[in-house]
Protein backbone atom coordinates (compact mmCIF):
# COMPACT_ATOMS: atom_id res chain seq x y z
CA UNK A 1 0.00 0.00 0.00
CA UNK A 2 1.39 3.57 -1.17
CA UNK A 3 0.88 6.50 1.42
CA UNK A 4 -1.72 8.12 -0.82
CA UNK A 5 -3.85 5.30 -0.25
CA UNK A 6 -3.64 6.34 4.02
CA UNK A 7 -5.05 9.77 5.84
CA UNK A 8 -3.83 10.91 8.60
CA UNK A 9 -7.43 11.22 10.60
CA UNK A 10 -5.53 14.18 13.00
CA UNK A 11 -2.49 14.79 12.38
CA UNK A 12 -0.02 17.43 14.46
CA UNK A 13 3.92 17.94 15.08
CA UNK A 14 5.38 15.74 17.39
CA UNK A 15 6.67 18.31 19.08
CA UNK A 16 2.96 19.15 20.32
CA UNK A 17 2.49 18.85 24.21
CA UNK A 18 -1.44 17.65 23.92
CA UNK A 19 -2.42 14.06 23.28
CA UNK A 20 -3.94 13.75 19.87
CA UNK A 21 -5.01 10.13 18.83
CA UNK A 22 -3.85 9.82 15.16
CA UNK A 23 -4.94 6.43 13.76
CA UNK A 24 -4.19 5.58 10.27
CA UNK A 25 -6.87 4.86 8.12
CA UNK A 26 -6.79 3.53 4.86
CA UNK A 27 -9.38 5.09 2.43
CA UNK A 28 -11.04 1.99 0.95
CA UNK A 29 -11.76 -1.51 1.98
CA UNK A 30 -10.65 -4.34 0.03
CA UNK A 31 -8.71 -7.52 -0.71
CA UNK A 32 -5.91 -5.24 -1.83
CA UNK A 33 -6.07 -3.62 1.82
CA UNK A 34 -2.89 -4.86 3.93
CA UNK A 35 -4.83 -3.60 7.64
CA UNK A 36 -7.85 -2.36 8.89
CA UNK A 37 -6.57 0.91 10.84
CA UNK A 38 -4.28 1.68 13.27
CA UNK A 39 -6.34 1.40 16.18
CA UNK A 40 -3.78 1.75 19.03
CA UNK A 41 -1.54 4.70 17.69
CA UNK A 42 -1.49 7.85 19.45
CA UNK A 43 0.79 10.96 19.86
CA UNK A 44 1.14 12.31 23.26
CA UNK A 45 3.90 15.20 23.01
CA UNK A 46 7.14 13.62 21.41
CA UNK A 47 5.87 9.64 21.84
CA UNK A 48 4.29 7.57 19.21
CA UNK A 49 2.41 4.54 20.48
CA UNK A 50 1.46 1.67 18.50
CA UNK A 51 -0.40 -0.90 20.28
CA UNK A 52 -1.95 -3.42 17.79
CA UNK A 53 -1.06 -5.99 16.07
CA UNK A 54 -1.24 -5.02 12.48
CA UNK A 55 0.13 -7.48 9.81
CA UNK A 56 2.08 -5.76 6.75
CA UNK A 57 1.37 -1.77 7.76
CA UNK A 58 4.96 -1.16 8.92
CA UNK A 59 6.10 -0.04 5.49
CA UNK A 60 2.58 2.86 5.73
CA UNK A 61 3.51 3.66 9.13
CA UNK A 62 7.52 3.85 8.61
CA UNK A 63 6.80 7.31 5.49
CA UNK A 64 4.02 8.71 8.04
CA UNK A 65 6.65 8.68 10.69
CA UNK A 66 9.47 10.59 8.69
CA UNK A 67 7.31 13.72 9.41
CA UNK A 68 7.84 13.43 13.00
CA UNK A 69 11.35 14.53 13.36
CA UNK A 70 11.55 15.53 16.92
CA UNK A 71 10.20 12.53 17.83
CA UNK A 72 11.21 11.41 21.41
CA UNK A 73 10.59 8.02 22.17
CA UNK A 74 8.72 5.71 19.81
CA UNK A 75 6.84 2.54 21.28
CA UNK A 76 6.20 -0.42 18.09
CA UNK A 77 5.93 -3.62 20.54
CA UNK A 78 3.88 -6.32 19.20
CA UNK A 79 3.06 -5.56 16.33
CA UNK A 80 4.07 -8.13 12.66
CA UNK A 81 6.02 -5.47 10.93
CA UNK A 82 8.19 -8.53 9.77
CA UNK A 83 11.80 -7.92 7.90
CA UNK A 84 10.26 -5.73 4.85
CA UNK A 85 8.80 -3.25 7.80
CA UNK A 86 11.82 -3.43 9.70
CA UNK A 87 13.98 -1.93 6.62
CA UNK A 88 11.30 0.69 6.42
CA UNK A 89 11.30 1.38 9.80
CA UNK A 90 15.38 1.71 9.69
CA UNK A 91 14.78 4.26 6.93
CA UNK A 92 12.92 6.24 8.60
CA UNK A 93 14.89 6.16 11.72
CA UNK A 94 17.60 8.14 10.00
CA UNK A 95 15.36 11.22 10.72
CA UNK A 96 14.63 10.67 13.49
CA UNK A 97 17.65 12.09 15.16
CA UNK A 98 16.21 13.13 18.56
CA UNK A 99 15.03 9.75 19.72
CA UNK A 100 15.89 8.35 23.23
CA UNK A 101 13.50 5.64 24.13
CA UNK A 102 13.25 2.68 21.13
CA UNK A 103 10.40 -0.37 21.62
CA UNK A 104 10.93 -2.33 19.13
CA UNK A 105 10.20 -6.04 20.71
CA UNK A 106 7.87 -8.76 19.17
CA UNK A 107 8.01 -7.36 15.44
CA UNK A 108 9.27 -10.29 13.69
CA UNK A 109 12.20 -8.62 12.59
CA UNK A 110 14.70 -11.37 11.97
CA UNK A 111 18.23 -10.48 10.96
CA UNK A 112 17.76 -8.88 7.99
CA UNK A 113 15.48 -6.52 9.60
CA UNK A 114 17.47 -5.98 12.64
CA UNK A 115 20.80 -5.54 10.34
CA UNK A 116 19.27 -2.55 8.87
CA UNK A 117 17.73 -1.13 12.06
CA UNK A 118 21.50 -1.22 13.42
CA UNK A 119 23.08 0.20 10.55
CA UNK A 120 20.28 2.97 10.75
CA UNK A 121 20.86 3.96 14.21
CA UNK A 122 24.61 4.18 14.27
CA UNK A 123 24.73 7.80 12.82
CA UNK A 124 21.21 8.54 14.25
CA UNK A 125 19.90 8.95 17.82
CA UNK A 126 23.33 9.71 19.26
CA UNK A 127 21.54 10.52 22.52
CA UNK A 128 19.35 7.23 22.75
CA UNK A 129 18.85 5.85 26.32
CA UNK A 130 17.17 2.67 25.73
CA UNK A 131 16.60 0.03 23.21
CA UNK A 132 14.38 -2.64 23.33
CA UNK A 133 14.79 -5.90 20.19
CA UNK A 134 13.09 -8.50 22.37
CA UNK A 135 11.80 -11.72 20.70
CA UNK A 136 13.08 -10.89 16.76
CA UNK A 137 14.51 -14.48 15.91
CA UNK A 138 18.07 -12.30 16.06
CA UNK A 139 21.03 -14.68 15.90
CA UNK A 140 24.31 -14.38 16.00
CA UNK A 141 24.22 -13.55 11.97
CA UNK A 142 23.06 -9.73 12.91
CA UNK A 143 24.73 -9.70 16.01
CA UNK A 144 28.06 -8.23 14.35
CA UNK A 145 26.10 -4.89 13.01
CA UNK A 146 23.84 -4.89 16.17
CA UNK A 147 27.15 -4.67 18.92
CA UNK A 148 28.08 -1.94 16.29
CA UNK A 149 25.58 0.04 16.99
CA UNK A 150 25.34 -0.41 20.93
CA UNK A 151 28.96 1.10 20.88
CA UNK A 152 28.18 3.71 19.43
CA UNK A 153 25.72 4.74 22.20
CA UNK A 154 27.18 6.43 24.74
CA UNK A 155 24.18 7.06 26.62
CA UNK A 156 22.54 4.18 26.49
CA UNK A 157 21.06 2.86 30.37
CA UNK A 158 18.61 -0.22 29.49
CA UNK A 159 19.11 -2.60 26.77
CA UNK A 160 16.70 -5.84 26.47
CA UNK A 161 17.76 -8.49 23.86
CA UNK A 162 15.75 -10.90 25.45
CA UNK A 163 13.92 -14.07 23.75
CA UNK A 164 16.16 -14.03 20.86
CA UNK A 165 18.65 -17.03 19.73
CA UNK A 166 22.03 -15.24 20.30
CA UNK A 167 23.59 -17.60 21.73
CA UNK A 168 27.39 -17.60 23.44
CA UNK A 169 29.43 -16.04 20.55
CA UNK A 170 26.49 -13.27 19.91
CA UNK A 171 26.25 -12.83 23.59
CA UNK A 172 29.98 -12.24 23.41
CA UNK A 173 30.05 -10.01 21.07
CA UNK A 174 27.20 -7.55 22.58
CA UNK A 175 29.26 -7.65 26.19
CA UNK A 176 32.37 -6.44 24.37
CA UNK A 177 30.45 -3.47 22.49
CA UNK A 178 28.96 -2.44 26.13
CA UNK A 179 32.29 -2.41 27.51
CA UNK A 180 33.61 -0.45 24.44
CA UNK A 181 30.40 2.09 24.52
CA UNK A 182 27.53 2.93 27.02
CA UNK A 183 29.34 4.43 30.73
CA UNK A 184 25.76 5.13 31.85
CA UNK A 185 23.96 1.32 31.77
CA UNK A 186 22.11 0.34 34.17
CA UNK A 187 20.05 -2.69 32.67
CA UNK A 188 20.68 -5.32 30.61
CA UNK A 189 18.47 -8.06 30.06
CA UNK A 190 19.58 -10.94 27.74
CA UNK A 191 17.09 -14.00 28.95
CA UNK A 192 16.68 -16.73 26.92
CA UNK A 193 19.43 -16.46 24.59
CA UNK A 194 20.30 -20.04 24.74
CA UNK A 195 23.67 -18.45 25.85
CA UNK A 196 26.00 -20.65 28.33
CA UNK A 197 28.67 -20.46 30.99
CA UNK A 198 31.08 -18.62 28.38
CA UNK A 199 28.78 -16.45 27.30
CA UNK A 200 27.27 -15.56 30.68
CA UNK A 201 30.41 -14.88 32.46
CA UNK A 202 31.80 -12.73 29.57
CA UNK A 203 28.28 -10.77 29.79
CA UNK A 204 28.79 -10.31 34.07
CA UNK A 205 32.27 -9.41 33.79
CA UNK A 206 31.32 -6.17 31.56
CA UNK A 207 28.07 -5.04 33.25
CA UNK A 208 30.04 -5.57 36.80
CA UNK A 209 32.42 -2.69 35.53
CA UNK A 210 29.61 0.10 35.22
CA UNK A 211 29.23 1.44 38.55
CA UNK A 212 25.61 2.67 37.23
CA UNK A 213 24.38 -0.61 36.75
CA UNK A 214 21.66 -2.30 38.81
CA UNK A 215 19.77 -4.81 37.26
CA UNK A 216 21.17 -8.31 34.94
CA UNK A 217 18.84 -10.68 33.12
CA UNK A 218 20.39 -14.01 32.11
CA UNK A 219 17.53 -16.28 33.26
CA UNK A 220 16.00 -18.82 30.78
CA UNK A 221 19.36 -19.95 29.22
CA UNK A 222 21.98 -22.91 29.03
CA UNK A 223 23.95 -22.27 31.96
CA UNK A 224 25.84 -24.99 33.60
CA UNK A 225 25.13 -25.64 37.69
CA UNK A 226 28.66 -24.61 38.07
CA UNK A 227 28.03 -21.51 35.72
CA UNK A 228 25.36 -20.41 37.43
CA UNK A 229 27.54 -20.91 40.47
CA UNK A 230 30.11 -18.51 39.22
CA UNK A 231 27.70 -15.78 38.13
CA UNK A 232 26.20 -15.95 41.55
CA UNK A 233 29.56 -15.56 43.00
CA UNK A 234 30.60 -12.49 40.64
CA UNK A 235 27.42 -10.64 41.93
CA UNK A 236 28.92 -11.68 45.91
CA UNK A 237 29.12 -8.03 46.94
CA UNK A 238 25.98 -6.60 44.98
CA UNK A 239 23.35 -9.91 44.92
CA UNK A 240 20.64 -7.37 44.53
CA UNK A 241 21.99 -6.02 40.86
CA UNK A 242 21.35 -10.06 39.87
CA UNK A 243 18.45 -11.30 38.59
CA UNK A 244 17.09 -14.92 39.05
CA UNK A 245 18.77 -17.62 37.71
CA UNK A 246 16.31 -20.42 38.56
CA UNK A 247 15.26 -21.22 34.62
CA UNK A 248 18.03 -22.17 33.05
CA UNK A 249 18.37 -25.93 31.32
CA UNK A 250 22.01 -26.76 31.29
CA UNK A 251 20.60 -29.61 29.30
CA UNK A 252 19.77 -27.30 26.49
CA UNK A 253 19.66 -27.96 22.95
CA UNK A 254 23.21 -27.10 22.37
CA UNK A 255 24.34 -29.67 24.96
CA UNK A 256 22.02 -32.31 23.53
CA UNK A 257 23.54 -31.33 20.10
CA UNK A 258 27.03 -32.33 21.74
CA UNK A 259 25.63 -35.23 23.11
CA UNK A 260 24.21 -36.80 20.06
CA UNK A 261 27.59 -36.07 18.00
CA UNK A 262 29.34 -37.94 20.89
CA UNK A 263 27.14 -40.71 21.16
CA UNK A 264 27.40 -41.40 16.65
CA UNK A 265 31.38 -40.90 17.04
CA UNK A 266 31.20 -43.78 20.01
CA UNK A 267 28.57 -45.27 17.66
CA UNK A 268 30.90 -45.29 14.63
CA UNK A 269 33.81 -46.51 16.61
CA UNK A 270 32.21 -49.37 17.77
CA UNK A 271 31.07 -50.19 14.21
CA UNK A 272 34.46 -50.25 13.22
CA UNK A 273 35.94 -52.05 15.97
CA UNK A 274 32.99 -55.06 15.33
CA UNK A 275 33.75 -54.80 11.39
CA UNK A 276 37.12 -55.45 12.37
CA UNK A 277 36.82 -58.53 14.43
CA UNK A 278 34.31 -59.81 11.64
CA UNK A 279 37.11 -59.75 8.97
CA UNK A 280 39.21 -61.50 11.21
CA UNK A 281 37.14 -64.19 12.01
CA UNK A 282 36.43 -64.71 8.07
CA UNK A 283 40.12 -64.43 7.35
CA UNK A 284 40.07 -67.15 10.41
Known sequence: MMMDDVTLSQRRS??????????????SQGD???????????????????????IG??????????????LKKLDLRDNMFGVEGGIALAQTLSVL????????????????GTEALSEALVNSAPSLRVLEL????????????????????????????????????????IAKALDEGPDQLTEVDLSTNMMTRAGARALAQTVLKKHTFKLFNINGNFISE???????????????????LDDNDPDGEDFEDEDEEAEEEEDSELEAKLGGLKIKQEEE
Open 226 to 244: EGVDEVNDMFKDSPEKLGL
Open 14 to 27: CSSSSDVVAPLLPK
Open 97 to 112: TELTEIYMSYLNLEDE
Open 57 to 70: AGVALAEALESCSR
Open 134 to 173: AGNDITVKSTGKLAACIASKQCLSKLNLSENELKDEGTIL
Open 32 to 54: EVAYDEFNGAWFSGAVFNLYTTI
